[in-house]
């Protein structure tokens, strides 16, 4: 079993940035790809960011160019830079992790709430 825990959400004007932090614990080596998740009040749970097994970065085109994935190995955490925030990424952001030999993301933290005031 894999445990994630998100931290860094919080209220932000338009304009600013956040940075998210997703430590895992736990099963770590079976850890194939890491990821970003957010849902928005009324609407389906979308991808932000993911690393793939082969470790290249994924964006939605929502966020390209605003927000940036990036990894430390060595505290098994992926972080989520988001700049340039807008209303419209306010969310509840969600880390998430696959396993090896999977194509579905298993494992899921407990989400942190992100809100970009205008």
């Known amino acids: 079993q894999v445990q994630l825990v998100e931290s860094g959400g919080g209220l932000v004007q338009a304009g600013g940035s956040l940075k998210l932090s997703c430590a895992a614990s736990g099963s770590t080596s079976s850890i194939a790809a890491m990821g970003w998740y957010r849902q928005a009040p009324g609407k389906q749970r979308e991808l932000v960011a993911a690393?793939?097994?082969?470790?290249?970065?994924n964006y939605s085109d929502s966020v390209k160019g605003r927000f940036m994935i990036f990894r430390d190995n060595g505290k098994n955490t992926v972080y989520l830079q988001m700049n340039s925030l807008k209303p419209e990424d306010t969310a509840v952001y969600y880390c998430t992790a696959r396993p090896y030999g999977l194509g579905s993301w298993d494992y899921w933290g407990q989400g942190t709430q992100v809100t970009v005031s205008s």
């Open positions: 690393f793939t097994s082969g470790g290249m970065p």
